[in-house]
DNA sequence: CTATATGTATAGATATTCTATAGGAGGACG
DNA sequence: CGTCCTCCTATAGAATATCTATACATATAG
């Protein structure tokens, strides 16, 4: 990612790709742009953190990766979310609603 | 920190630290117990991590320390924040307010 | 046929946090 | 007194996700 507050989203990143990802298969920078557009540009996933992100959760088997042809008839690499990857993005949720509660929490003490 | 979640809050700790300190000057490791109570246990900063973010924000010129006594009668480090510190308080929240907003969309998004 | 946009990919650097360990010093207790 | 436990600070070393920068291949445009 980049634009300023770069390390707050460290952890998130595989979050908001498997969320992307469990609205419609995209291929990688499909997810790069839909995030950047659905944030207003606040978050941009550039490629050197795309990918490697893209290739640790295929690993994990959260996602499943297939070639195929993008609308600009480029070969591009199709990912859709598993049904473990589906289990893990609500991990994943629940685990980042506790994190935002807590740090309010810290915010907000008086 | 510690406690599963962990990297989710990469760049957050700074944060906690400041507004910990803006409430009253505290020693080191009166940071990490407030902390750990405010969130009811959530989060746990660990000495590794805690010190070295402390240098760090001493360092920027941020919190500023002085050795004293500890309610223990131990010897500690009492840290309190700068003026600079108040400033960049309030640039973290509202950096944290705009990621927050944009991971909301992300994960809200139909 | 050159330039540009698209799409994937990797290498190397950076930095924060974690785990683990260390040590001094006060207080309690036998 | 001597030992043990708690408090408080501290550092070394490892782990890891992300960033910057670069590369390359192909389709389309001019």
Redesign the interface.
């Known amino acids: 990612m980049a634009e300023?507050?770069?390390?707050?989203?460290?952890?998130?990143l595989d979050?908001?790709i498997l969320?992307?990802l469990s609205?419609q298969p995209l291929h990688g920078l499909g997810v790069s742009q839909r995030?950047q557009q659905?944030?207003?540009g606040?978050?941009q996933v550039k490629p050197g953190s795309l990918f490697p992100a893209l290739h640790r959760l295929e690993q994990e088997g959260w996602i499943e990766g297939s070639w195929g042809e993008s609308a600009n008839n480029r070969r591009a690499k199709y990912y859709r979310l598993t049904s473990a990857g589906r289990r893990r993005l609500g991990e994943e949720?629940r685990?980042?609603a506790?994190?935002?509660?807590?740090?309010t929490?810290?915010?907000e003490?008086?």
Chains 1, 2 share one sequence.
């Open positions: 300023a507050k770069t390390d707050l989203l460290r952890g998130t979050m908001l969320k992307t609205l995030i659905v944030t207003g606040v978050f949720k685990n980042w506790q994190v935002v509660l807590a740090i929490k810290v915010m003490a008086t």
